[in-house]
């Protein structure tokens, strides 16, 4: 069964404050999407600008070239979990290893033109594998399912890590991609710009939840 994950995408700092709220109120989960410019070609909010209450579980998703200059930040922030990106030109093994000392899960998001083999070394160090198939630094885009195939790919290399997915989930095919094996789905624009945040989310995960095939 697959965990559906509001997903915050923002530079505007009150609305960051408001989501986190309202998404707080019908979700154990969520991503906080983060960038610096570096990597995405957009600057959201800073890590700096964060406040996190207390007793809200975080997925840090944090696109930066160099996230090792933002590891004070993310330590600060307690996230249960920071996802960095594969293709930085970083030493994320080194990151890595400072989040678990930390008490902070690592995750691994890897962008349409990364096979997994060629990272398989920082799979297996990781808890979590982000298949990001959406556009970087936004939401609204539409979605890539053959990055589906990914999925048994990752499964080889560490049976057990988690899979999450980021990019174009909604309800026409959030059952698709729960049946494709991936444990956790983030969902963007979707929740966002429904009119009413918790019934849209809702939806997702009685969808999600379906049997057998899309008629």
Request: glycine residues 6%.
């Amino acid at each position: 069964m697959a965990t559906i994950v509001p997903t915050i995408t923002t530079d505007n700092q009150t609305f960051f404050n408001e989501s986190l709220t309202k998404f707080s109120q019908f979700s154990k989960r969520i991503q906080i999407d983060a960038s610096d410019g570096s990597f995405a070609p957009t600057t959201l909010v800073p890590l700096s600008s964060m406040n996190i209450p207390d007793g809200v579980n975080i997925d840090l998703h944090v696109m930066s070239a160099r996230p090792s200059e933002h590891l004070s930040d993310i330590i600060k922030l307690k996230p249960r979990l920071c996802i960095l990106h594969a293709e930085v030109d970083d030493d994320l093994a080194a990151v890595f290893a400072k989040l678990r000392e930390a008490g902070i899960k690592t995750g691994l998001a890897l962008i349409k033109t990364t096979f997994p083999g060629r990272v398989s070394n920082l799979i297996q160090e990781v808890d979590h594998v982000m298949i990001f198939a959406g556009e970087l630094g936004s939401q609204g885009g539409t979605i890539d399912m053959m990055q589906t195939e990914k999925v048994p790919l990752v499964r080889n290399i560490k049976p057990d890590v988690e899979i999450g997915w980021d990019g174009g989930a909604n309800l026409s095919n959030i059952r698709a991609l729960a049946h494709a094996g991936i444990d956790v789905i983030n969902v963007g624009s979707a929740i966002t710009q429904a009119a009413d945040a918790a019934a849209m989310y809702q939806s997702l995960v009685t969808e999600s939840e379906k049997k057998g095939v899309l008629v």
